[in-house]
């Protein structure tokens, strides 16, 4: 899973809270995310975040131009280990 020049270490520890925030084990969630399923993380969403989280996922360019926020930009460095 290493593709996105991730640090294991940092990953695995994002899925340990994320999974812990939801209520399923890390390796079900690292399973889901890996198929492009979203299925665990939604049912923790309400019906309204989850309604926008599924319209982002269905809009490539709403997709790109989120990820292209200085958030979301800060974020991957932090997760990449600064690279």
């Not at 390796?27 to 923790?44: P, T, V, W």
Request: aromatic content about 4%; glycine content about 8%.
């Amino acid at each position: 899973m290493n593709k996105n020049n991730f640090d294991p270490k940092q990953l695995n520890g994002l899925l340990n809270v994320v999974s812990k925030k939801i209520g399923i084990p890390p390796e079900q969630l690292k399973k889901e995310l890996e198929a492009g399923k979203f299925d665990s993380a939604l049912s923790a969403m309400s019906a309204g975040e989850s309604a926008k989280f599924q319209q982002v996922m269905k809009n490539p360019q709403l997709i790109e131009k989120l990820m292209s926020t200085p958030q979301a930009k800060a974020l991957y460095q932090k997760l990449s280990g600064g690279k």
